[in-house]
């Protein structure tokens, strides 16, 4: 919790908390008294949302911290507005249905850098053309966002319960660690999550192309996050001078190690699940000892599994020296590394060995892999969504290579599904755009996501 007490903007305190808090009373009150049905479409919601530059890092997600809890406030529902720290803001409401037993939607706000210079239209302009609506955070993950919103706002709006309480959580700093928002929540706000048992959230539900059908990939974990901090000590000394114990020369050899090494492949169940469904759905068996060949073979079919099928470490930073001829005495390094469920032990006793003696580790952050239940019943219901709203749909298990949020929230016990349903155009590369240029996501994706985030909060399968 920041300094200074309850961290709640609705309980007023720091300078533009209370405005905060204000905004979203009135908009509750103007509602009440006119009535009002009037719901944006999902790309308008969208579209506003990624108008607020919610970079991390910068300077926060209040703006569009504030405009979701206001939208929440005119639909009746009472959005609990905090910060862990000024301006790193999350709104969490909850809808209540006809059963306690509670489903979570959650979602980020926050979002990566993006350099003007290498984009056609501005990151932060919205821009909505060419059938999509243009802009950072349109894939990663405010389109997502704008969904969920436009979902549960239309519901009200035609006076639809559903059949659970649903949890919303829009929250700050996914794209860092989550120190600011999803841990933040699940230890200081934790009563708001009483009931959840399960949750959806991004990278999944989305489609990919095959033939005849259309394969959507349902999250069911994700590879666990061990983001490292390296560091080499040596002797100091004078660059012309043969080097007693150079430090930099230490930490790249041991980078060269780890960044060259080979990781065996290490079936997990639900990757092999998905190369099964895979099998069948194109009618090729899948070689499984010859996967990375497999999965240039299948294309974006293989690209569901070509970074789940081992653990994976790269050196993404460096920092030595401070002169040219001065051999420094210490290096450092960042390595982002990434585990399959179950073998956290077995990676790190990899790394070490790789490293060597000479170097130590510290964790800047450790999360484990979470699993969700596969096969399971809640699995059937969203693949039992997609397929009402899409007859060709193929639904699939599937494990990220990447981390969300949903860590954090296992913590509580809460079984975490990947499932922000799209249909996208063959021709967009959806995993590319995450992070990259030029970010989009076509109007109709957003609009048949909306339908089918309807069907399963409706139970009208």
Same mark, same amino acid.
């Given at each position: ?6 961290? +709640?903007?609705? *309980? ?47 300077? $926060? ?24 720290? /000024? ?19 959650? $979602? ?5 850098? *993006?350099?003007?210079?290498?984009? +056609?239209?501005? =990151? ?63 230890? %200081? ?9 399960? @949750? ?8 990919? $192309? ?18 490292? &901090? ?11 001078? #043969? ?5 930099? @020369? ?34 090729? =068996? ?12 299948? $294309? ?17 930073? !460096? ?8 051999? /420094? ?11 399959? /469920? ?15 003696? &000479? ?6 952050? !450790? %999360?484990?892999? #979470?699993?969700? =239940? ?18 060709? @749909? +193929? ?19 809460? %079984?975490?599904?990947?499932?922000? /349903?799209?249909?996208?155009? =063959? ?12 970010? +989009? ?5 957003? %609009? ?14």
């Amino acid at each position: 919790m920041a300094p200074g007490g309850d961290d +709640r903007l609705r *309980a007023g305190g720091r300078a533009g908390v209370l405005r905060a808090a204000l905004r979203v009373r009135d908009a509750r009150g103007a509602a009440a008294e006119t009535g009002r049905k009037t719901v944006k479409s999902v790309a308008e919601i969208c579209s506003d949302l990624i108008r607020f530059d919610t970079t991390n890092p910068g300077s $926060g997600e209040r703006p569009a911290a504030e405009y979701v809890a206001v939208l929440l406030a005119e639909a009746g529902l009472e959005p609990e507005v905090f910060e862990s720290a /000024p301006r790193r803001t999350t709104v969490v409401a909850r809808m209540e249905g006809d059963s306690p037993d509670a489903l979570l939607i959650h $979602g980020h706000l926050d979002v990566v850098p *993006a350099d003007p210079a290498e984009w +056609r239209t501005h =990151p932060f302009s919205g821009e909505i053309a060419d059938g999509c609506v243009h802009g950072r955070g349109a894939v990663d993950m405010k389109g997502s966002c704008a969904m969920t919103l436009a979902t549960v706002l239309g519901m009200r709006a035609r006076g639809e319960r559903p059949r659970r309480d649903i949890v919303l959580a829009f929250l700050a700093d996914e794209e860092a660690t989550g120190d600011y928002g999803s841990r933040h929540a699940v230890t %200081e706000h934790r009563e708001l999550f009483d009931g959840v048992t399960q @949750a959806i959230s991004e990278s999944g539900g989305f489609s990919v $192309g095959s033939g005849e059908h259309r394969v959507y990939p349902v999250a069911v974990g994700e590879r666990g996050t061990a983001w490292m &901090k390296l560091t080499a000590h040596g002797v100091a000394g004078h660059g012309s001078r #043969p080097a007693v114990d150079n430090p930099v @020369a230490t930490l790249v050899q041991a980078l060269s190690r780890v960044a060259s090494h080979q990781w065996p492949v290490r079936l997990t169940p639900s990757v092999a699940a998905l190369i099964q469904a895979l099998s069948e759905i194109t009618g090729q =068996p899948v070689d499984l000892d010859r996967l990375d060949e497999e999965a240039a073979r299948l $294309g974006a079919l293989g690209l569901l599994f070509k970074g789940q099928i081992r653990n994976s470490a790269n050196p993404t930073m !460096l920092d030595a020296g401070y002169k040219v001829n001065v051999v /420094p005495s210490t290096a450092e390094a960042h390595v982002d590394g990434r585990y399959l /469920p179950g073998l956290q032990e077995e990676f790190l006793a990899t790394i070490d060995e790789l490293l060597g003696p &000479k170097i130590t580790r510290e964790f800047v952050n !450790l %999360e484990d892999a #979470p699993a969700a =239940p596969f096969p399971s019943p809640f699995f059937d219901e969203l693949a039992g969504a997609l397929v009402a709203e899409d007859p060709l @749909a +193929r639904p699939v298990p599937y494990v990220m290579s990447g981390g969300t949020d949903a860590k954090s929230f296992a913590r509580l016990g809460i %079984e975490g599904y990947g499932f922000a /349903p799209l249909m996208l155009r =063959p021709d967009l590369d959806y995993f590319g755009m995450f992070h990259g240029k030029d970010e +989009r996501v076509p109007v109709e994706g957003l %609009e048949f996501g909306t339908r089918v985030l309807t069907r399963l909060l409706t139970g009208t399968l």
